[in-house]
């Protein structure tokens, strides 16, 4: 079992930045795909970035390309989100979440999923 707790959530201004943590618990991340969704109330979960489990390749979403960066460290089990130039638009609760196939761009790829952290950004 892996247990996810996601930090950094919070509410920022448009054009600013936060970068938000996953701690992993229970077991190493490091033979774990890990990935970024974020869900906004009556829509589905969004794929935000998913990350190889070394680190060396990363996907990320059209919507937030350019402006997220996704990156691992798997000496501290953590998986990051580094989010700048924040739009109204990505607010949200994002989760992140561990594969053990690999990870995709689908919610269902994914084994254990974090809480979620709140993420606002005000206009």
């Known amino acids: 079992q892996v247990q996810l707790v996601e930090s950094g959530g919070g509410l920022v201004q448009s054009g600013g930045s936060l970068r938000l943590s996953c701690a992993a618990s229970?077991?190493?991340?490091?033979?774990?795909?890990m990935g970024w969704f974020r869900q906004t109330p009556g829509k589905e979960r969004e794929f935000v970035g998913v990350?190889?489990?070394?680190?060396?390749?990363?996907h990320i979403a059209d919507s937030v390309k350019g402006r997220f960066t996704i990156s691992r460290d798997n000496a501290k089990n953590t998986l990051y989100l580094q989010m700048n130039s924040l739009k109204p638009e990505d607010t949200a609760v994002y989760y992140c979440?561990?594969?053990?196939?690999?990870?995709?761009?689908?919610?269902?790829?994914?084994?254990?999923w974090g809480q979620g952290t709140q993420v606002t950004v005000s206009s």
């Open positions: 979440a561990a594969s053990r196939t690999g990870g995709r761009s689908y919610s269902r790829a994914y084994d254990y």
């Open positions: 229970g077991r190493t991340i490091s033979s774990y795909a």
């Open positions: 990350i190889n489990w070394i680190g060396s390749t990363t």
